[in-house]
């Protein structure tokens, strides 16, 4: 197949496929799961599910498939992360994530400032920082960015493709990913069988796949059927 006759991203018409754009209606936020990793009751989340969102408290995590299906994680900092490294807690959880599902958003939380340690460790890998006491508005403000991108289908694969070039993915697979992924994204019911046939039917690296399978829990596919 020539090089040219591969589909990118470029390729996507942003009138048709897009994320949410903020103020984001309640119905479009329900269809978007989140979870709150926290070892206490999170306080906000009866004020938000009352905005719309789809909010499932977890606990603290012991491995990470627990969290397959969240597409937008929220992580406290303090006392969470404890089976992955209890001296970084929720900064080494956030990290774990990043790395693993690339297509996730994450915004860690603390009652303690943003310029402490913790603070300043999960800012590395979070897309977002939010004061545990901040007002419902920021809340709301906050979760409905994180929406935004997480279901923009453009963005989701720019972050896809930063991971594979992290783990040394060659650029002809990326390609042929792409292309596998524009059709997912762009088809009357878009869904990941494209992107699971070329995975299965090619030779490609593990983090190859690991990363694209993980594709299936974006919210993209939910944003756009």
């Known amino acids: 197949m020539a090089i040219n006759s591969y589909r990118v991203c470029g390729d996507i018409d942003g009138r048709d496929f897009q994320g949410f754009r903020p103020p984001i209606q309640q119905e479009k936020r329900r269809l978007v799961k989140i979870a709150v990793i926290d070892d206490q009751p999170f306080e906000a989340g009866v004020n938000l599910r009352n905005f719309g969102y789809d909010i ?57 400032s943003a310029n402490s340690t913790q603070a300043q460790k999960a800012k590395q890998y979070a897309d977002s920082f939010i004061k545990k006491d901040s007002d419902i508005e920021t809340w709301v403000e906050r979760l409905d960015e994180l929406i935004s991108r997480a279901t923009d289908p453009k963005i989701v694969w720019q972050r896809t493709r930063a991971a594979m070039v992290a783990e040394d993915v060659d650029t002809r697979s990326i390609l042929i990913l792409e292309d596998a992924y524009v059709q997912s994204v762009t088809k009357a019911k878009p869904d990941l069988s494209q992107m699971r046939a070329v995975i299965n039917g090619d030779n490609f690296s593990s983090a190859a796949k690991t990363i694209i399978l993980n594709l299936a829990s974006s919210a993209i596919f939910a944003a756009l059927a």
Do not use: T, W
């Open 56 to 112: 499932s408290e977890v606990g603290d995590v012991k491995k990470l498939n627990e969290i397959d299906i969240y597409p937008v994680i929220l992580c406290d900092l303090m006392n969470v992360g404890m089976f992955f490294d209890a001296d970084s807690q929720g900064a080494s959880l956030i990290r774990e994530i990043r790395r693993n599902y690339p297509s996730k958003y994450i915004a860690a939380y603390s009652g303690s």
